[in-house]
C-alpha cells in the first residue's frame, strides 16, 4: 500500500494528492512546509525590526538613496549624508562642551 495524502487547497478548494502545491492555483498546501515557511517570514520580520530600531528613519532614507541608481541623486545624499555626519560629529562637540562647562 502507497500513502496518499490528499489535500484540500485553501484558496482555491481543489484536491491534491502528495503535492505540496496546489496543482490548480499553485498555493502552498503542505501544512508542515506553511509552518516553516512562516516561521522562516517572522525570523525574517523580526531581523528587518531590529535592524530598523538600530538605524533612525532619517538615516535609512540616506543610507538607501547613497546608492541610488541615478548618480544625480547619489551624489545629493552622498552631500546629505556628509552633512549629517558633521552635524552629528558638532553634536557631539557642543555636548561635549557642556558637559565640560557644567562640570
Ligand atoms: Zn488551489
Known amino acids: 500500500m502507497t500513502f ?10 481543489h484536491f491534491n494528492t502528495n503535492s ?13 512546509l506553511k509552518r516553516e515557511l512562516s516561521d522562516q517570514k ?3 520580520d523580526r531581523d528587518e525590526e531590529e535592524r530598523n530600531r538600530k538605524q533612525s528613519k532619517f538615516e535609512l ?20 549624508y556628509g552633512i549629517w555626519f558633521i552635524v552629528m560629529a558638532i553634536g557631539a562637540f557642543i555636548a561635549w562642551l557642556f558637559a565640560a562647562v557644567a562640570a
Open 4 to 13: 496518499t495524502s490528499k489535500i484540500k487547497c485553501s484558496n482555491c478548494g
Open 20 to 32: 505540496d502545491y496546489c496543482e490548480k492555483c499553485g498555493e502552498l498546501i503542505n501544512p508542515k
Open 42 to 44: 517572522r525570523l525574517d
Open 61 to 80: 532614507f540616506i543610507e538607501r538613496n547613497r546608492n541610488h541608481k541615478n548618480i544625480l541623486i547619489r551624489l545629493v545624499f552622498q552631500l546629505l
